[in-house]
């Protein structure tokens, strides 16, 4: 069955299964309430914005988003591949985003890849596909299945603020890795991006009250 969160009630309604089907969430979601939706632009602009903020702050990569998207009128997969590389890199790109831009560009011109074909396949087989594109990593694949193309079984496995949360929502003694996400995310299909959701909403909580018990 595939799910989209298109709409925050779609995202609601997932929820709202998702407690039922995982009684562990109940309590999670009378600490949190209802997460709100999160949503970013999709096609080749929205895995360019994930990209560019790759590994540095939040507000380098909004600096360096702010420069590239403002560069080029309009901004889409044929700019950037015909773009100088030195022209990219005066703007805050560093040269390996600077080839994942390249080879993405490229590869959408040749229709070798459909972004829009995604947002319509298995969560995985996706991930998968995104994964095997040079400079696209698991974070970024399941980041823009979720946001982009709001794909509602996409699983951030790789995600810090995702993997603290389910430590500490699920009372695990470690961290879960990756890996460990996997298993730990199985009772969750096929709603598995609403449940990022409401664990990103669970790790916000518990910040705010590290804060309040450490003020």
């Known amino acids: 069955m595939l799910i989209h969160l298109n709409t925050q009630d779609d995202l609601e309604e997932a929820i709202r299964v998702l407690v039922k089907q995982d009684p562990r969430l109940k309590p999670i979601l009378a600490l949190t309430g209802m997460p709100a939706l999160r949503q970013r632009e999709p096609g080749f602009a929205g895995l360019a914005h994930i990209v560019c903020g790759q590994q540095v702050s939040t507000a380098?990569?909004?600096a360096i988003w702010g420069r590239v998207s403002a560069a080029f009128d309009p901004f889409d997969h044929h700019a950037i591949r015909k773009a100088r590389a030195d022209r990219l890199g005066r703007l805050g790109l560093s040269a390996a985003k600077i080839k994942t831009l390249k080879t993405l560009a490229r590869e959408i011109t040749a229709e070798r890849l459909n972004l829009d074909v995604l947002a319509n396949e298995d969560a995985d087989a996706a991930h998968n596909t995104l994964i095997a594109l040079h400079g696209i990593g698991p974070w970024t694949a399941d980041i823009y299945l979720l946001?982009?193309?709001r794909h509602g079984d996409a699983w951030p496995a790789g995600d810090l603020a995702?993997?603290?949360?389910?430590?500490?929502?699920l009372g695990l003694k470690t961290r879960p890795t990756p890996k460990q996400m996997a298993p730990l995310a199985e009772p969750w299909r096929p709603y598995r991006g609403a449940a990022a959701h409401l664990w990103w909403s669970y790790y916000r909580?518990?910040?705010k009250?590290?804060?309040v018990l450490a003020g």
């Open 147 to 149: 946001f982009c193309l």
């Open 205 to 207: 909580v518990m910040k």
């Open 60 to 62: 380098s990569a909004a």
């Open 209 to 211: 009250r590290e804060g």
């Open 162 to 169: 995702v993997q603290e949360a389910v430590k500490i929502g």
